[in-house]
């Protein structure tokens, strides 16, 4: 069964970088029928796609982060994760990384999620 | 790129039918027919339950479907059951591989 963890840090200080870690397991991260993707809820409001990557490390980006954001794969650990700078309060938010099927528009298997909070 | 539009709460009966709708523009979900639903319980893990605008994803319901008329998708879920009451989240593919999702919608069951 494939399981997805998100990790790293739940309290981020203003202006900094959030880092957070997606680890895969019961599957391979290079099988090239998947992308591998960031999406967040911030407190009260919908899922906000983040990005997305493949195992080739070819990465897609929401237009309005992308001037923040970085996704990037590690093959050797099984894992990709997220760095999201300049890092504000409404920045605050539920993280989720999901699985995206190629021949499938959508995320079929996702992390619980980690709620990562931006305050001094 | 907008969020797409949801109803913040929809509601209904057990047994009966409820539709929440997802409005977008013709560059998202008018464009395509790649809009995905998911069901939210607090806490948890989202769950696929609608893809490419009508598929089923193996184990869901076939009370669960999905449809599109325009810039609008809709979720129906026939034959309510209290298991059904969690958050529904729409998604579509918004071109250059891009996706946007909704502002999603809290079903209440009655």
């Known amino acids: 069964q494939l399981q997805l963890q998100e990790s790293g840090p739940r309290l981020v200080k203003p202006s900094e970088t959030l880092s957070l870690i997606c680890t895969v397991s019961g599957g391979s991260i290079s099988s090239s029928a998947y992308y591998w993707g960031w999406i967040r809820q911030p407190p009260g409001q919908g899922l906000e796609w983040i990005g997305s990557?493949?195992?080739?490390?070819?990465?897609y980006y929401n237009p309005s982060l992308k001037s923040r954001v970085t996704i990037s794969v590690d093959t050797s650990k099984n894992q990709f994760s997220l760095k999201l700078n300049s890092v504000t309060a409404a920045d605050t938010a539920v993280f989720y990384c999901?699985?995206?099927?190629?021949?499938?528009?959508?995320?079929?298997?996702w992390g619980q999620g980690t709620l990562v909070a931006v305050s001094s | 790129q907008s969020a797409l539009t949801q109803p913040a709460s929809v509601s209904g009966s057990p047994g009966q039918s409820i539709t929440i709708s997802c409005t977008g523009t013709?560059?998202?979900?008018?464009?395509?027919?790649?809009v995905s639903w998911y069901q939210h319980h607090p806490g948890q893990a989202p769950k696929l339950m609608i893809y490419?605008?009508?598929k089923r994803p193996s184990g869901v319901s076939n009370r669960i479907s999905g449809s599109k008329s325009g810039n609008t998708a809709s979720l129906t879920i026939s034959g309510l059951q209290a298991e059904d009451e969690a958050d529904y989240h729409c998604c579509s593919y918004a071109g250059s591989s891009t996706y946007v999702f909704g502002g999603g919608t809290k079903l209440t069951v009655l």
């Open positions: 990557i493949y195992y080739s490390g070819n990465t």
């Open positions: 999901a699985r995206q099927p190629t021949v499938m528009v959508s995320w079929d298997y």
């Open positions: 013709s560059s998202d979900v008018g464009s395509y027919n790649l």
């Open positions: 490419e605008g009508n």
